[in-house]
DNA sequence: TCGAATAGGGAAAAATTTATCCGTATTGTT
DNA sequence: AACAATACGGATAAATTTTTCCCTATTCGA
């Protein structure tokens, strides 16, 4: 596990944000999580762009900042549910508002973003 | 500069937002261009915790993102302005929002946070 | 018995991001 | 004359994140 070297930034609520939603994949998995895709095959499934690694240590570091929670079945195969806790449900209207702002303006998005890859003009 | 080795994920709008806003200190920049301190030498003072180097990174990317439009007057010593786009002003209650929720769980936020860092407690 | 599905960790590499340090240039101030 | 402020870029190092590859274990079905 990586051991972290430098000191988190706390000073205004973008940072605390930062600190737990600054992944790659975190607002996917608490997304779809509470769309009801609860188990790790199923995130893994709807996020195939992400590694099956780090979508684990993703969940973990959720579960850490306790917007998730992880409850496992005792039965073989093994069965690994998340779901949201309540503080992590108070998260979901502003990634809607994210993902929103990102739906609405997807056309300008995609284009300023491409600007970038000018490999794939 | 840096050249990107892999492709951009484009799926959704959450992906879009990832790949203009992704940046430690991106949000950060356009609040306080948006609360009008639109030079980088009052951007540095404002976000002591970056680098001068990173701030100027990350203006000229949200600059190629059509997020800022920088103005340079040709007087001496140099003179350099942001200011937002017509886009860029549609992320600010986005951002408002995340900043928002950032403020208000502030105190489960650091805990949770803290908790990462043993060494401190 | 072999392979798929389930869940997930360790080690190491690769990619990316961020920081540090040094350099350019001009003007005004001490 | 030296130094601060302005703005910015290159090179490199450090930190961090993400990927890749390999491993354990169990049960069911072909």
Redesign the interface.
């Known amino acids: 596990m990586y051991e ?1 070297k430098t ?14 939603l ?1 992944g ?1 994949w975190k ?2 998995l608490l ?1 779809f999580i509470n769309e009801g895709y609860l188990r790790p095959s199923e995130l893994q499934r709807k996020i195939p ?1 992400a590694s099956r690694r780090v979508i684990n240590i993703q969940l973990k570091e959720l579960e ?3 917007l998730v929670i992880r409850t496992i079945y005792p039965v073989m195969p093994p069965k690994v549910e998340y779901s949201l806790t309540a ?1 992590g449900k ?2 979901i ?3 809607a ?10 056309d ?3 284009r ?2 491409l ?3 000018p490999q794939l003009a």
Chains 1, 2 share one sequence.
Not at 97 to 106: F, K, L, R, S, T
Request: hydrophobic residues 40%.
């Open positions: 972290k000191f988190p930034n706390l000073n205004c609520g973008l940072d605390l944000v930062g600190e737990v600054y790659k607002m996917r997304w762009d850490d900042h306790e503080f108070t998260l209207p502003v990634i508002a994210i993902g929103n702002w990102g739906d609405e303006y997807q300008s998005l995609k300023v973003i600007k970038g890859y």
